[in-house]
């Protein structure tokens, strides 16, 4: 196997394979500190089934900016929701522990299921604390992981 490196890249290559990685410069951002601000309320939901309801949603959720709006109800049920101007809607919903009697939150999909796919939790909790502040998901069964998700304009 061959490999090389440069300033600006990474370079394997074996027989008719190669793979080339382009480095980034500049500093990651201080997630300790992003971690240690996050304030707010806690949701609780077993995670297969939240993975199930987006994944059923996301369906909808149309182009490169897709989202699903959350909202959580009553302080025990989420509604899922994902629209989709040239098809229609889709709308689930889910029972959740949650200290919120109504709080709606958009997010793409795709970086929520992400995090839930990597977890071995059963059960999942998400601390929020408005609409347009991150969401931080934690399960008690992936010590060590944390995982942040910025919401959406919705």
Known sequence: MELGISETSLFAAKENESLVIRLLSGSFPNYRAILESI?????????????????????????SFRQVSLRFQERDRLLINAKNQNLGEAEDTLAIKSEFEDLSVCFNPDYLLDGLRVMKSREVDILLKDSQSPAFI???????????????RG
Do not use: H, N, W
Not at 138 to 152: A, H, L, N, Q, R
């Open 39 to 63: 304030t707010g309320r806690a949701v609780s939901s077993e995670r297969k089934p939240l993975e199930q309801c987006l994944e059923r949603t996301l369906v909808m959720a149309e182009g």
């Open 138 to 152: 934690t399960g008690k069964d992936d010590e060590g992981f944390s995982y942040i998700v910025m919401p959406m």
